[in-house]
């Protein structure tokens, strides 16, 4: 990102160009849907900070109160919201030897910083490192829901012996599962059964554990499509979530959201024209957008992103469908007509995966389409990613 975080911007068409922007608006809107969902399935919410990786973007999930309990996916990330007053982290990705002085730091400061794991010998180091330090590390064990990634069957024959040994060194927090699949769920009833799933999995494992005389205080779910599609958490502890908080073209895709929730996107500018390929070239590529193209698997292709004025309003047919390193190739689709955009235009960049997108940036301009209108809307704040993006 050209323009520092932080330095002077009166509106989108202040900074240099690629720059990404999160409308507040949109962003609140999202949150307070997904906090009223868990508030009446009656399960506390984990928000998964690894998409904003943002603590001005953080602070509005609890609105000035007390800091909320996360979800992270680096230790990085849990050192910077540690440092930013969030004593209640999971870390929501599986743990090995050389983290776990990291882990111990952490704890030794009073932040309560659960692990993840799924094998006994992951079991075996995190019970041993906390024996010699003399701290307990709680620990949760992955189950897999769907074949998606990680995590042991909620009938696997070790799982009663990695919850031994994690009681053993008093470890044992709890399960954990994530619905990975449901990123491919193109119907509100598939998605349905793929949080029924992802539940009866997460609660099938804890009565196992449970069955064997081990404690099991948490049991973890959540992912956006199921969190938006749950209907029954009982015997759920907690849900977590995090690409609902800006959503994006794949969510929409799927029905999850609409593309008036998208509170991301990304300003480029024209930089050329080849007409005689139809293209519009701007100075938005890759590195701007990243290389996910996660919508080419659903029923309508999003290229790498959907195209919308300053203002933020869709440009008719319009989309970018090629994206090298710094370039980025906007064209019509079929039947559409491709605009007139001088040079110099500036465009917004609707993303397919909102989390690789935002990676892609040091921070944000923040703009609130619920209070300023016009051409260019007026940047109200600049909210920089923690360290370690």
């Known amino acids: 990102m050209t323009h520092p ?101 952490l704890l030794r400061r009073g932040v309560t910083l659960r692990v993840l794991l799924d094998s006994t010998e992951q079991a075996e180091f995190v019970a041993d490192a906390s024996r010699r330090a003399g701290i307990e590390v709680p620990a949760q064990i992955e189950i897999d829901c769907d074949g998606h990634r990680g995590g042991l069957r909620p009938d696997a024959p070790g799982l009663v012996g990695i919850g031994r040994v994690l009681h053993e060194a008093g470890c044992l927090d709890g399960v954990l599962t994530h619905a990975g699949e449901s990123y491919f769920a193109p119907t509100a009833e598939e998605r349905r059964r793929a949080a029924r799933a992802e539940r009866d999995s997460a609660v099938a494992a804890a009565e196992r554990l449970r069955s064997a005389g081990l404690p099991v205080a948490t049991v973890s779910v959540g992912s956006t499509p199921t969190a938006h599609a749950a209907e029954d958490l009982t015997g759920v502890t907690e849900l977590r979530a995090g690409n609902y908080v800006f959503f994006d073209l794949v969510m929409a895709g799927l029905g999850v959201c609409a593309l008036d929730d998208l509170a991301l996107s990304v300003v480029v500018t024209v930089i050329g024209h080849r007409p005689e390929y139809g293209w519009i070239v701007t100075d938005g590529g890759w590195t701007a957008m990243s290389r996910d193209r996660g919508t080419a698997a659903q029923a309508q292709d999003q290229g790498y992103g959907l195209v919308a004025d300053l203002a933020g309003n869709l440009v008719p047919g319009l989309v970018m469908t090629a994206a090298s390193q710094e370039h980025g190739t906007l064209t019509a689709r079929e039947g559409a007509r491709l605009p007139d955009l001088p040079i110099g235009t500036r465009l917004r960049i609707l993303p397919n995966h909102a989390c690789a997108t935002a990676a892609q940036h040091h921070g944000y301009h923040v703009v609130d389409s619920g209070r300023t209108a016009g051409d260019a809307p007026a940047i109200l704040a600049d909210w920089p990613r923690v360290s370690g993006w």
Do not use: M, Q, W
């Not at 998409?51 to 973007?57: E, F, G, H, I, W």
């Not at 680096?74 to 540690?82: M, P, S």
């Open 5 to 105: 975080v932080g330095a002077p911007a009166r509106t989108l068409a202040d900074p240099d160009t690629p720059f990404a922007v999160v409308d507040l608006h949109r962003t609140r809107r999202n949150i307070g849907r997904l906090a009223a969902r868990a508030e009446r399935l009656g399960v506390a919410l984990r928000p998964h900070v690894k998409t904003a990786k943002s603590l001005d973007v953080a602070a509005l999930l609890h609105e000035g109160a007390r800091p909320c309990p996360v979800t992270v996916s680096t230790l990085a990330e849990a050192e910077a919201f540690a440092e930013g007053g969030y004593a209640d982290i999971t870390y929501a990705v599986g743990i090995d030897p050389h983290k776990l002085p990291r882990v111990l730091a």
